[in-house]
C-alpha cells in the first residue's frame, strides 16, 4: 500500500452563526498513525553537496481553542460574500453550505478529494432537514397516536402544525441548539475520527431517530413514517372540514 494511502480524509466539521460569528459547532479530528513530533527528513543536493532540512507538519494544525477560533472567525469572513461551495483557505479546501443564519463547514486538506468532501457537507445538510422534519412530525403527532380521545383537537394542532413547519422547516441556529445531541450523533454516523462512514440521510436519520428498546413495545403498530404522519394531519383536515360545514 502506498505511504500516504489513508482513510482519514475529513480534517474538521464546523457550524457557525452568521449573526454574530460565534461557534455553534466544531469537532476537529487528528489524523490516526501521525507522530505528534515532527521528525525532519533530509534531502542531500549532489551538486552542493548540501542539505536542505524539511520540516513535516504536524499531526493537528489547530490544536488549541484560539487557533480553532482565528480559523473559524477567518473562514467566515472569507465565506460570508461568497457564493460557491468550495475555497481554498489556509492551505485547506473548504466546502460549506449556508443555512437561514447559520454556515456549515467541512474542512480537508489540501490533496483531499473534493467530490467526497462535497457528499459529506450534502450529508450534513439534508440530515439534519429530514431529521428536523422528522422530530416535528413525531412530537406533535404521537400524543394522538398514543391517546385517541385527544382526536377532537387534531384540526387545531393540524392548522399549527402547517404554520410551525413554514417557520421551522430549515436548519437554523435555535433548532440546532435545541436538538444538539440528536445534531452531534448524526455528524458521529457521518464521519467518525475523520473518516467518512455514511453520506446517505434516510440511512443516517434511521440510526439516529431510532426508538430506545424500551420504548419498542408501546410503539409498535404505529406507523412513525412520513407518510403515515401526512395520513393523520388528512384525516385532520377532513374532520376540520366536516366540522365547519355542520357550523362547529
Known sequence: MAPNMSLFSVNAIIILSTEDGSRIFAKYYTAPHHSSTSQPDAYERSEANAKRIVQSSPATPYADVKSQKAFEKGLLEKTAKQSADIILYDNRIVLYKAESDVMM????????????????????????????????????????????????????????????????????????????????????????????????????????????????????????????????????????????????
Open 105 to 248: 463547514y467541512v474542512v480537508g486538506s489540501v490533496d483531499e478529494n473534493e467530490i467526497m468532501l462535497y457528499n459529506v457537507i450534502l450529508a450534513v445538510r439534508d440530515s439534519l432537514h429530514l431529521l428536523f422534519r422528522y422530530l416535528l412530525s413525531c412530537f406533535t403527532f404521537l400524543p394522538f397516536i398514543l391517546y385517541p380521545h385527544f382526536l377532537p383537537l387534531v384540526p387545531a394542532f393540524c392548522f399549527c402544525t402547517l404554520r410551525l413547519r413554514q417557520r421551522r422547516q430549515a436548519v437554523d441556529k435555535r433548532t440546532i441548539i435545541e436538538n444538539y445531541d440528536l445534531m452531534s450523533l448524526t455528524i458521529d454516523e457521518i464521519v467518525d475520527d475523520g473518516i467518512i462512514l455514511e453520506t446517505d440521510p434516510t440511512i443516517i436519520v434511521q440510526r439516529v431517530s431510532k426508538a430506545p428498546t424500551q420504548d419498542v413495545a408501546q410503539l409498535q403498530g404505529i406507523d412513525l413514517s412520513e407518510q403515515g404522519m401526512n395520513n393523520l394531519a388528512q384525516f385532520g383536515k377532513q374532520k376540520l372540514g366536516t366540522w365547519l360545514r355542520q357550523g362547529l
